[in-house]
């Protein structure tokens, strides 16, 4: 990080990354503290993006109560699928008959579904709607090369601008996370997700299922209309031969691995592919700075759940934020960030260390280790209790959850 001096703020909060997690910061912020806080957002890219991501996003019900907190929620609601069940097995592919070893189903104790279902590109159409009317303008082509700092201040190398807070909301491969000399464990996956949209033969009547196969989860996520969103997740260069067939050939390869009780299949759009890997900062904040969604991790698919965490988040930076700034405290100093940081942190490891744990777990197909997790998975399904506690870990009520899931204000 660049010694050079900024004595003189330009803005209060700067957010590096105009994507999902960056523009939901600044919304929260906005809805907190209204004209108090002067928010700038920026990004590398020539221009928004996301309006053609087909991937299937779930939103557990914090993240909901938060939305509709935010006004975003009426502005997709119309695109969002219920879901009310969700069934997990484990299988081979050729098997015919796929037993559920674990069925959660009903309503959660909040009497809400389990997930709600969404296409990414409603929810990034919603949300930049949103930021456009509260004046929230990013300004791209603004990457980031390094970092400069005064003494109460912060901001992009070689940029005009300075803030009292920068955050970094840019992504796995964040430029303001290495400007800030924060070190990250990082490893490939050496898998890949094949994402689509598709229409089976039979209704999906609001359930989510996923097969872990040998070669990796498999999961049908309910969309509105009776479609479908496909995750797919190979072996990279299994899913790199699975997008070179030709269209025909691939919808079979779907059929197959779909199984019998879905039906015929069509693929109405995609498939698109993306690599997949694990990144989680060692730390979440430094002098000045804070990070957030995938600048501060990067999870395995399986669950569902990154976009949700990158969501708490942003709800939760915003809090410890705008609280500090009521009390009179320098919301950018490290001694403030760090309270972020233990919030958020413990929240992420784990469900780091869940979902690469079940997925080295579910790869191996073992005789013996798939006799014992099938007869885990069978004994968390007669256990309703642990079946509850599921649903409130991926909804993050374990750990204390920011005042916006819980349909609060900040």
Request: glycine fraction near 10%; hydrophobic fraction near 45%.
């Amino acid at each position: 990080m660049s010694a050079k001096s900024r004595q003189v703020p330009q803005a209060d909060v700067m957010i590096a990354g105009a994507g999902l997690a960056g523009r939901v910061l600044a919304l929260c912020l906005a809805e907190a503290a209204g004209r108090d806080l002067d928010i700038r957002l920026i990004d590398g890219a020539p221009g928004p993006g996301g309006h053609d991501d087909i991937r299937a996003y779930a939103l557990t019900p914090g993240a909901r109560q938060m939305f509709e907190m935010l006004g975003v929620w009426q502005r997709f609601e119309h695109e969002v699928q219920p879901a009310h069940e969700l069934r997990i097995g484990d299988c081979r592919a050729e098997e015919i008959i796929r037993p559920i070893l674990l069925n959660l189903q009903g309503d959660t104790e909040w009497g809400e579904p389990i997930a709600y279902f969404v296409e990414a590109r409603h929810l990034v159409r919603a949300v930049e709607q949103a930021c456009d009317e509260a004046s929230i303008r990013p300004a791209y082509g603004r990457r980031i090369r390094g970092l400069e700092r005064g003494p109460q201040s912060i901001g992009p190398l070689g940029e005009p601008q300075a803030a009292r807070l920068l955050v970094g909301a840019d992504g796995a491969r964040s430029a303001v996370r290495r400007g800030a000399g924060i070190g990250a464990v990082e490893w490939p996956y050496e898998q890949s997700a094949v994402v689509a949209i598709l229409k089976a033969e039979m209704p999906h009547e609001g359930a989510a299922v996923q097969h872990f196969l040998p070669s990796g989860p498999f999961a049908m996520l309910p969309l509105p209309e009776d479609r479908t969103g496909l995750v797919w997740t190979l072996p990279t260069k299994r899913a790199e031969a699975v997008m070179r067939l030709d269209a025909e050939a691939r919808r079979q390869e779907i059929e197959r691995a779909a199984g019998p009780e879905f039906g015929a299949i069509e693929v109405v759009e995609g498939p698109l592919s993306f690599p997949l890997s694990l990144v989680l900062a060692r730390r979440y904040a430094a002098e000045r700075v804070a990070l957030i969604g995938d600048a501060a991790h990067r999870l395995h698919p399986l669950a569902g759940l990154g976009l949700n965490v990158g969501l708490r988040d942003a709800a939760a930076l915003a809090e410890v934020v705008v609280e500090a700034a009521r009390r009179g405290e320098d919301f950018g100093s490290l001694h403030v960030l760090e309270r972020y940081a233990r919030w958020r942190r413990p929240d992420a490891v784990a469900i780091a260390a869940a979902t690469d744990g079940l997925n080295r777990l579910f790869a191996a197909d073992w005789g013996p280790l798939r006799t014992l997790r099938d007869v885990g998975l069978s004994l968390v399904e007669r256990a309703p209790r642990i079946k509850a506690r599921l649903t409130q870990d991926a909804d993050g009520r374990i750990v204390t959850p920011p005042r916006l899931f819980t349909g609060l204000p900040i």
